[in-house]
């Protein structure tokens, strides 16, 4: 069952702005697009460098390192598909912003293949 965090306020948060929220000790770039709420990995999977610093246009927030371009409504790399961070679905209940984190998967017993 996945995890169910507010994050932050509606307010919080201006038009064409993004911050790192923390659900656990998980960074999540929260961004503020076009009046909807997007949320996706934090870390570029490049080198690291935080995705809330990058520059957003046309749904696509660019890495401020080295350009690598991700989708804000589905976390995919938009230059190879193939490659994705991970995304969240966003609620707004009320004035509160409240993030969808899947639960990380359980530990395999001793022995267990997978």
Known sequence: MPT???????GDLAEGHSKVVKVGYKPIALF????????????????GASLADGYVEDGV???PL?????????G???????????CYAVHVRGDEIVLEVPDPPAPKAPGETS
């Not at 169910?4 to 509606?10: F, G, L, N």
């Open 66 to 74: 080295h350009y690598w371009r991700f989708r804000l409504n589905d």
């Open 4 to 10: 169910m965090q507010t994050v932050a306020r509606v």
């Open 32 to 47: 503020l697009q076009r009046g909807q709420y997007f949320a996706i990995d934090d870390m570029c999977p490049h080198m």
């Open 76 to 86: 995919t790399w938009a230059d190879n598909p193939r490659i994705k961070i991970g």
């Open 61 to 63: 927030v660019s890495c």
